[in-house]
T-cell receptor, first 114, second 114 residues
C-alpha cells in the first residue's frame, strides 16, 4: 500500500520547455513534502520542500504546488535544462511526538533533450 | 567538506556471510539513517538514530543491526546475508531528525549477495 505515489515512471521534455512531475499521497497526517533529485551512482540531494500550510513554494526554476484537498503535489521546472535529467523523488512526512515518518515515492526519471 | 561518506562503494557477498557498512558525517548532525533502494522501489528506511546513543527500527529492519558508534558514525551490519538483501544502501544525516529537515545522503553502497 503505497502512501506516496509517483504514477509516471519516466518523463521526456525538450530543453527550454516546462517539466511537470506529479505526486499523490493518501495519508492526511502528512504535513511536509519534499522533492529530491538523484543522479546515477550518487545519493539523492534535496531540491525543494513545502509545508502543508502553503500551497506554493518557489526556488529559482523550481516551483512546488500543493493541493491538499486533492492530496496532490507537483514539481514544475521552468525552463528545463539537460542538467535536470535525473530521477526525482517525492517524499512526504509528519512528526507525531517521537514518531517521525518520511515516506518516499518510487521516483520519476526525467530526460531533458537538447 | 566531505559531508556523508560511505564505505565500501561496492561489495559482493555469498549467502550467509556477514559484513558491516560504514557511514560517517562531518556536519555535526544529530540524526542518521540507513535506507535501501531496490529496482522499482522507493527508498525504504531500515533503521535510524535520532541522536547519539539511540536507534530505532524503520520500515524494513529484519536481517539488519545498527550501531551508532558516536555522533559521527552509524554502521549497518548484515549478520547472515541473503540474496534478498541485494540492494543499494544509502546512509543519510540530518540536523535533528524532524520530517521536514533536509537529509544529506552519502553516495551509496552497492551490495550483491550471491
Amino acid at each position: 500500500d503505497q502512501q506516496v505515489k509517483q504514477n509516471s515512471p519516466s518523463l521526456s521534455v525538450q530543453e527550454g520547455r516546462i517539466s511537470i512531475l506529479n505526486c499523490d499521497y493518501t495519508n492526511s497526517m502528512f504535513d511536509y513534502f519534499l522533492w529530491y533529485k538523484k543522479y546515477p551512482a550518487e545519493g539523492p540531494t534535496f531540491l525543494i520542500s513545502i509545508s502543508s500550510i502553503k500551497d506554493k513554494n518557489e526556488d529559482g526554476r523550481f516551483t512546488v504546488f500543493l493541493n491538499k484537498s486533492a492530496k496532490h503535489l507537483s514539481l514544475h521546472i521552468v525552463p528545463s535544462q539537460p542538467g535536470d535529467s535525473a530521477v526525482y523523488f517525492c517524499a512526504a512526512g509528519y512528526n507525531a511526538g517521537n514518531n517521525r515518518k518520511l515516506i518516499w515515492g518510487l521516483g520519476t526519471s526525467l530526460a531533458v533533450n537538447p | 567538506n566531505a559531508g556523508v561518506t560511505q564505505t565500501p562503494k561496492f561489495q559482493v557477498l555469498k549467502t550467509g556471510q556477514s559484513m558491516t557498512l560504514q557511514c560517517a558525517q562531518d556536519m555535526n548532525h544529530n540524526s542518521m539513517y540507513w535506507y535501501r533502494q531496490d529496482p522499482g522501489m522507493g527508498l525504504r528506511l531500515i533503521y535510524y538514530s535520532a541522536s547519539e546513543g539511540t536507534t530505532d527500527k524503520g520500515e524494513v529492519p529484519n536481517g539488519y543491526n545498527v550501531s551508532r558508534l558516536n555522533k559521527r558514525e552509524f554502521s549497518l551490519r548484515l549478520e547472515s546475508a541473503a540474496p534478498s538483501q541485494t540492494s543499494v544502501y544509502f546512509c543519510a544525516s540530518s540536523p535533528s531528525g524532524r520530517a521536514w529537515e533536509t537529509q544529506y545522503f552519502g553516495p551509496g553502497t552497492r551490495l550483491l549477495v550471491l
